[in-house]
């Protein structure tokens, strides 16, 4: 696989799941998602847009898997999940229509892209 890096420093937010989706999270520019489940609406954004008073855990960066994706391929995220888990890097995996993002600690980040290299996959930055 190929992956991209994308630019900037994300935070992933936790507000009540009856929230309406703040502003800031609208406004947010790209990579920006919004889950919502019965227990939490979760916002994933570049981490200068999170105000201060927000449930909130900054500090990842991003690995994008170039595609557009098809849906019918097996294995994505377990073949990029593997050779972290193998290193001790937890990741947090976020689906799109086209593509999946790997969220990574940014103090694990460096560590990531060799772990990923070394299993044969291109980080490009």
Known sequence: MTLDVLPGRLAVCRLDAGSTVPSWALDAPPPMSVTRTEHELSVMCLEEVVPGDVKVRRGFRALAVRGPLDFSLPGIIA??????????????????YDTDLLLVDEAEFQRAVGSLREAGHEVVA
């Open 79 to 96: 073949g990029l999940a593997a050779p972290l888990a193998a290193a001790g890097i937890a990741i947090l995996a976020v689906a799109t």
